[in-house]
């Protein structure tokens, strides 16, 4: 089976920086992608990493590890807003999964004033 | 815009009834999604199309049925519904199953009560 963890809660207060963990064991690998989900909302896109490294999107950042199964995702500069779910999701490569996305069970983070 | 949009948002049914979620999207891609969502689990796949006449299996599959007669729809059947399949169904699409960062959209979802 499919395999990824992330933290449940976290909380932050607002300006400061979090980062949100994210280690994956699956069979087979095509991207990793980060998701926001307000309550009451729909999943939205936040960034995708395919290769080794840092991906910079404004106060949004995700690196990715292949070799050790671990991406995170980096939040600066927290606003009120910024209190949502955040959910990780692993894209598969192999024959009829192609293209699935198993997600993460989310980490809720709170941002404090 | 191109969207996705899902019906009814909200619905209220009886155990053993037959209850069918719409899933309408303008993007004409290829992929579409049915999920659920339920405290402690996370967005579970129910099942699956990579196109017109094609579905496919998920995770949670059970007691559920889809059907693609065309590009835009992929209607979501509860042949008898149970308490077990009260939760969040959210529909997403994509354009293509591998090449780079085709990321799925999600519509709106639909919040099912099984009573």
């Known amino acids: 089976g499919q395999n990824i963890d992330q933290p449940t809660e976290m909380t932050a207060t607002e300006g400061a920086i979090v980062q949100i963990n994210c280690t994956y064991q699956t069979s087979g690998f095509n991207g990793l992608f980060w998701y926001q989900q307000h309550a009451g909302e729909a999943p939205t896109f936040l960034s995708y990493n395919v290769l080794d490294g840092l991906e910079e999107k404004g106060r949004f950042s995700s690196f990715l590890s292949r070799s050790k199964g671990y991406s995170y995702l980096l939040l600066k500069e927290l606003q009120m807003k910024d209190s949502a779910s955040y959910l990780c999701a692993v894209r598969l490569d192999r024959g009829s999964t192609l293209g699935r996305l198993y997600f993460g069970r989310g980490t809720q983070l709170t941002v404090w004033p | 815009d191109a969207e996705i949009t899902q019906s009814p948002r909200h619905k209220i049914t009886e155990t053993g009834r037959q209850v069918t979620l719409a899933c309408h999207q303008t993007?004409?891609?290829?992929?579409m999604f049915w999920y659920r969502q339920d405290l402690g689990h996370g967005l579970r796949l129910i099942h699956y199309s990579y196109g017109v006449q094609d579905t496919n299996k998920g995770e949670v599959s059970d007691g559920y049925s889809v059907s693609r007669s065309n590009t835009e729809d992929l209607p979501l059947t509860l042949e008898s519904a149970a308490s077990s399949q009260t939760s969040v169904y959210f529909c997403?699409?994509?354009?293509?199953?591998?090449?780079?960062?085709?990321?799925?959209?999600f519509g709106p979802g639909t919040r099912l009560t099984v009573l």
């Open positions: 993007w004409n891609h290829n992929n």
């Open positions: 997403a699409s994509s354009e293509s199953r591998s090449a780079g960062n085709n990321e799925q959209f």
